[in-house]
């Protein structure tokens, strides 16, 4: 079984930075892709950045220049830094990796709320 479990969420007021972590554990052999969705209240989940295993990247056009999303493959762990934060980027942020390991496949955290105040 792999687990994800994100950390950094929280309050803060528009203009600030967050830095969201997410780190998988299990039997482990590679990830290949890792991301970050959101869903705010009333809306569906949507990509916020996603990163393969080649570096590539791909992020949402409302937060392209805002955010930045890294990996430390040693850690098994995705971050999101977060700047320049509106309020329109309220919402749960969930992270996702796609393993190769005992049990293979797509695995979800269990979200981490962001709440930017004006």
């Known amino acids: 079984q792999v687990h994800l479990v994100e950390s950094g969420g929280g309050l803060v007021q528009a203009g600030g930075s967050l830095r969201l972590s997410c780190e998988a554990s299990?039997?482990?052999?590679?990830?290949?892709?890792m991301g970050w969705y959101r869903q705010a209240p009333g809306k569906q989940r949507e990509l916020v950045a996603a990163?393969?295993?080649?570096?590539?990247?791909n992020y949402a056009d409302s937060v392209k220049g805002r955010f930045t999303i890294s990996r430390d493959n040693a850690k098994n762990t995705v971050y999101l830094q977060m700047n320049s934060l509106k309020p329109e980027d309220t919402a749960v942020y969930y992270c996702?990796?796609?393993?190769?390991?005992?049990?293979?496949?797509?695995?979800w955290g269990q979200g981490t709320q962001v709440t930017v105040s004006s």
């Open positions: 990163l393969t295993s080649g570096e590539s990247t």
């Open positions: 996702t990796m796609e393993v190769v390991g005992g049990i293979s496949g797509n695995f």
């Open positions: 299990g039997f482990i052999f590679r990830i290949n892709a």
